[in-house]
């Protein structure tokens, strides 16, 4: 936001063209059950509404309020919604109403609407939710003739407001909705469990005790199926995939052999729907019951109910609510009387339409596929993220006996290099598993490319990594030493131990180290094997990738230490904070997490700016805060600019400020690099690891010639990185260019563009460029042959 308002800026309007929402009025509701981070969502077509020039109303509790009438549709102010970003559940309320499924209760809510001269609307809810506003939409032209014919509107009221147009965005915990990887609050919902979890397993540890935990899901198996990827689980239940028959069988043998291995606790995790293949429920107490019959375990139910529900939104939540919320009002500014209602969801990294009644049918056909016992097919309907995530659990949990593994003869190394990252482990555990389960014989190095050299390097068993996926930071220990000095003794370690492949999982050093040990292989053979680089860093700066395994934990430390300071200025007077975060000249950190916690102006590297701008954003904020808004946010990337320090920017605010608001500042340092990895980050080393060895497999035996590994190809140098939907294999002789070695980052950064949106929710003019907002698609069933390469976590 640097910059934003200073009067050289372009104005909006000239910008969005024909977007103006002038004359307009959008009223937005939510309905059915809720979830964490309806809020943001409320908050974002609230303000960009506002924004684009409409005038927009909070419809109170759901489509009751839209039947009710009188002051349950308000019209809403910039600062209706301040404060509410962080707060869980909806503030504008949310019932199941049963008078809007009558053709009375239709007609009453139309004329509610009319009255207003409401006609466009934003829905945030499940499928039931979305069906209704479709259904009012198609009744919409009857239900204006017929309030005509009753004398309730005039010809007028009815030319003015013959179309309906309807948005959808799906707040749902159990993410059952199809066409779209993640729904608002599957995220937070994740967090409420796995905070159990972690918090379960230390007292099952004690005790020896195996815990059956229920999970929400009546009808879909997402919450209880990552959950378990996430925490490594024994053993899970779902709907779309029942056991098959004798499992209980199957079930406590692989407990009682989990046990015999030094194993101290068992973790089971059911949804609330679990059956068996006939149809029978599948309950926590009868799976208590049947380990304690069996096995004599001492074995605990825990039911997390409506916990999951609560509780603040996620980052991820926010940050995906304000994106669908931002890109929904565009989506009726742009609908026509042809354009079939749809939802905004998100595929890989992207923001998408979908006719609405498309999405519907098929989350209907999950339902039917299970009814019918076709679950193969359910699984299939349910998309590739939900795929995925089965095929990756199977692949993990089940351990297979030594003679039913492939015998590879092959020996492939795993480490980490560069700062510590959340979600480091959770890969190096999936990658150990995967390798032994593929017949390799894996080794683990410890302290990077420094115990490399000095040969920190030994085998590591399946057993080995156990429990690792929720550890923090990085237990094989890491460094930042580069391999170039070094080059001759990781050769002769190399030579000695016979590695044939490299899986180094890391931030910038990682891609660096395998750039030097790629220019090498002219020198030295060794180096000639398959290497691949996961990237992990918090500050989210490697070339190649939208997204690194612990930035998601860091933004989460980010946003909840910025809800906190927000908190602790309640009650006093009206108050601004400057925050510094990391991430080197990276500015993710700070950007997604100003747009997370509400920022009013976030300093970056890669946006210069100069005093003036400075004094911009304080005249700003002070005009802001003359109103009822009590308190400021400012971020600061710790690079941004060597002269503006955060001391600087500090005494700048205090004093221009003086009178208006005071200031505080506070540097977040290592606490962003710290704590247990978030559930997305579990999940998404867990996932890339997976990918990463079936590739160093692949290669290993195309590169296989004459009784010796051979690959000296660029191909064969790898990092695995998120492109906006797609998962993708890109040789590190290729990023290269793509570089600023300087200043340690892409030189192209997809995160940018939410800049513009930030700056809109803080209410600064700016251009928001739209040509990347989404087009109207189609939910696809037939996928492509190359689906393997899906990302959806």
């Not at 339409?353 to 699984?379: G, S």
Request: proline share 3%.
């Amino acid at each position: 936001m640097a910059g934003a308002s200073a009067p050289k800026r372009q104005d909006t309007r000239k910008f969005f063209e024909n977007l103006s929402g002038a004359g307009k009025s959008i009223a937005v509701l939510t309905s059915g059950g809720d979830a964490q981070g309806m809020n943001a969502a409320v908050r974002a077509v609230v303000r960009m509404g506002i924004y684009v020039g409409a005038k927009v109303y909070f419809i109170h509790e759901g489509y009751q309020g839209m039947v009710d009438g009188g002051d349950n549709i308000k019209e809403a102010k910039w600062e209706s919604v301040s404060s509410m970003l962080q707060v869980g559940g909806t503030v504008i309320g949310s019932a199941r109403c049963k008078d809007f499924r009558t053709h009375e209760g239709r007609l009453k809510a139309a004329h509610n609407l009319v009255q207003r001269d409401i006609t466009n609307l934003c829905v945030i809810g499940g499928d039931g939710s979305l069906t209704g506003a479709n259904l009012f939409r198609e009744e919409w032209s009857s239900l204006l003739e017929e309030l005509l014919q009753q004398g309730l509107i005039d010809g007028e009221a009815t030319q003015r407001n013959s179309e309906l147009h309807i948005v959808g965005m799906v707040g749902s915990i159990d993410n059952d909705f199809c066409g779209t990887d993640m729904t608002i609050g599957t995220d937070s919902a994740l967090h409420r469990i796995i905070e159990v979890v972690d918090a379960i397993m230390t007292t099952a540890q004690s005790h020896q005790r195996t815990f059956v935990l229920e999970v929400m899901g009546r009808h879909c198996g997402y919450l209880a199926l990552v959950s378990a990827l996430a925490c490594g689980a024994d053993w899970v239940f779902i709907p779309e995939m029942p056991p098959e028959d004798g499992w209980e069988d199957n079930m406590c043998q692989k407990l009682s052999e989990i046990r015999s291995r030094g194993s101290r606790l068992n973790i089971i995790i059911v949804a609330e729907g679990a059956t068996d293949r006939q149809g029978q429920h599948i309950t926590s107490d009868f799976v208590k019951d049947l380990v304690v019959c069996r096995l004599g375990f001492d074995t605990r139910v825990t039911i997390l109910g409506h916990v999951q529900r609560g509780g603040t939104p996620s980052a991820f939540d926010r940050i995906l609510a304000s994106r669908m919320g931002v890109e929904a009002v565009l989506a009726l500014l742009e609908a026509s009387a042809n354009t079939p209602a749809c939802v905004v969801s998100l595929v890989g990294n992207q923001a998408v339409r979908l006719p609405l009644m498309e999405c519907v049918q098929m989350t209907q056909e999950v339902q039917k596929a299970m009814d019918e016992k076709k679950f193969d097919e359910a699984v299939r309907l349910r998309g590739r993220s939900f795929e995925n995530n089965l095929s990756t659990y199977r692949l993990l949990s089940f351990r297979k006996a030594d003679s039913e593994l492939p015998n590879s003869s092959f020996n492939v190394a795993v480490m980490n290099v560069g700062a510590p990252a959340a979600g480091m482990n959770a890969a190096v555990r999936s990658a150990v598993r995967v390798g032994i389960t593929e017949g390799h014989k894996m080794f683990a190095v410890n302290d990077g490319f420094e115990g490399f050299y000095k040969g920190q390097i030994k085998e590591i068993k399946w057993g080995d990594v156990g429990g690792w996926t929720g550890q923090g930071g990085s237990l094989l220990g890491t460094k930042r030493t580069l391999p170039g000095k070094h080059l001759d003794k990781i050769a002769e370690q190399m030579r000695i131990h016979n590695i044939n492949a490299l899986l180094v999982v890391g931030g910038f050093e990682a891609f660096e180290s395998i750039l030097q040990l790629h220019v090498a292989r002219a020198d030295y053979e060794e180096f000639c094997i398959p290497m691949c680089i996961l990237p992990a860093t918090i500050s989210n700066n490697v070339p190649g990738t939208d997204l690194s395994l612990g930035a998601d934990t860091s933004l989460n430390a980010i946003v909840e230490t910025c809800d906190r300071i927000k908190q602790s200025a309640s009650g006093t007077k009206r108050r601004v904070f400057i925050i510094e975060t990391m991430g080197g000249y990276c500015g993710y950190l700070a950007t997604v997490g100003g747009l997370a916690a509400g920022a009013d102006t976030v300093y970056i590297y890669e946006e210069p700016f100069d005093i003036r701008d400075l004094q911009a954003n304080v005249e700003h904020l002070t005009e802001k805060m003359k109103t009822s808004i009590q308190r400021g946010l400012v971020l600061r990337n710790e690079n941004c600019n060597e002269n503006f320090t955060t001391d600087f920017i500090y005494q700048l605010y205090s004093e221009e400020g003086r009178g208006v608001f005071d200031c505080r500042k506070n540097i977040l340092g290592h606490m962003q690099q710290g704590g247990a990895p978030s559930p997305f980050d579990r999940n998404f080393g867990t996932k890339i690891a997976a990918k990463a060895m079936q590739w160093i497999t692949r290669t290993l035996k195309e590169s296989y010639k004459g009784g010796r590994v051979f690959a000296n190809s660029e191909d064969t140098a790898c990092l695995l990185g998120m492109r906006r939907r797609t998962l993708v294999f890109q040789p590190v002789a290729q990023l290269r260019d793509e570089t600023d070695f300087v200043h340690r980052i892409p030189k192209e950064q997809w995160w940018l563009k939410l800049r513009p949106l930030m700056k809109i929710l803080a209410k600064y003019k700016t251009s928001y460029d739209v040509s990347d907002s989404g087009q109207l698609e189609h939910v696809t069933r037939v996928r492509p042959k190359d689906s393997n390469t899906s990302t959806a976590i």
